[in-house]
């Protein structure tokens, strides 16, 4: 069983969600999709082996009418 998203990855594991393990929260993000900040945003959660998706992030230019 991989111990990350990087492990699982590396492995061929392409549908990997981590376990229920301890981890901090992963905070929703409201940049937009395709961004350079959503995609730093993407990449820090990758290294530190979180899921990507949360499921209040920004998906559209129109959920910026929320905040």
Not at 29 to 50: H, V
């Amino acid at each position: 069983m991989p111990r990350s998203v990087l492990d699982a990855i590396r492995q061929g594991i392409w549908n990997f969600e981590p376990g229920d393990q301890e981890k901090p929260e992963t905070p929703p993000t409201t940049a937009l999709p395709g961004s350079r900040e959503k995609l730093d945003i993407l990449a820090d959660r990758l290294r530190q082996g979180l899921p990507l998706w949360h499921p209040s992030d920004r998906l559209s230019f129109d959920d910026a009418a929320d905040e």
